[in-house]
Every structure is written in C-alpha cells, then in structure tokens.
C-alpha cells in the first residue's frame, strides 16, 4: 500500500499544478514528475516481489509434492494463482508507463510535448490526468487481488505443511 500511496502522492501533486506553462510552475512540474518516476519504481518493484513470491512457493510446493508423494492438487492451484495474477500485474506496468509517457507529451515546456495536441478529441493534460485516475484504480484493483492470491497460497502452503507433518509423525521422522 506505500507503493499506492505515493502513486496517490504523486497524482495530488499533479492537480496541483495551476499552468505548467507558467515559468513559476516549473518546480511543481518536476516535483510531480520525479514523484511520479520514484511511484512507477516502487509500485514495479511490489509487483516484482509478489511475483517472486509465486515463484519461490510454486518451486517449494512442487519438490514438497514430488519427495513426499503429495497430489497434484494443491500444486496446481498454486500454479493457477501465480498465474492468474501475472495479467494485472503485466497491465498495470502497461499503465504505469502509458500513464508516464502521455504526462511527459502533457508539459507544454518539454520538446516532446509541444507538438502533442490530444487524442480522441481529449487535450494532453486532460488525457493525462483521466489515464492516471484509471491507472490508480486499476493499481488498486491488482493490489486487492495479489493479496487474495496471497493469502489463498498461504493456505495452500498451510495444508501441505500439515500433510508433511503428518507423514512425518506417521514415519517417526522429526516434525
């Protein structure tokens, strides 16, 4: 949620900025621009972690299966988690970037954005600012489902663990 927040962040100090083509403007413009760099680092780097995190447990879960002799089962819905995630995760990278590159053809003081006039009859900075609101949401809406996802392989990784220590106390072997 820190990720989101300075995402968040970085949005309230772009509706901040009265005229970005006044030269006072200027600070606030970058301001919002690094916010908004540091927010699409942070909010990547999260969706890296939880992804790592299916692929530790999904690797974990499949030797556990194979040396104890598990059924597939409790692999397989792990599998289908981590796989069902990697959309919203690859989507709001997707965002995050078009959200970035739209802001950056926005500032009338840049080289990039001065020759942009819009598209789909919306001006930049309107186009900006409606990509960001749906970017914080669909960001939102990933989050809430990598926790789901999460949670739910928690206690995939739960069950296993006590058939594990099941078979284990069944063979007299330590727990």
Known sequence: ??????????????LG?????AHEAQSSVSNHMLCGVGAL?????VHAIVFTYF????RWLEETSRA???????????KKLKY???????GA???????MIFGALADPASSTGSGFKGLAGLPPDTLHLTL???????????????????????????????????IRTERGLAV
Request: negative net charge; glycine residues 6%; aromatic residues 10%.
């Open 132 to 166: 960001a609101i749906v970017t914080i949401t669909a960001n939102l809406l990933v989050n809430l489902h990598e926790f789901r996802s999460i949670e739910r392989n928690g206690e995939v990784i739960e069950e296993v663990m006590n058939e594990v220590r099941r």
């Open 17 to 21: 900025i009265d005229d970005p083509k």
């Open 41 to 45: 680092i942070c909010v990547t780097l």
């Open 84 to 90: 069902r995630v990697l959309p919203g995760i690859t």
């Open 1 to 14: 949620m820190a990720a989101t927040a300075i995402l968040a962040f970085a949005f309230f100090l772009g």
């Open 93 to 99: 990278f997707l965002l995050l970037l078009i959200t």
């Open 68 to 78: 104890y002799h598990l059924k597939e089962d409790w692999y397989a819905t792990s």
């Open 55 to 58: 692929m530790g447990t999904g």
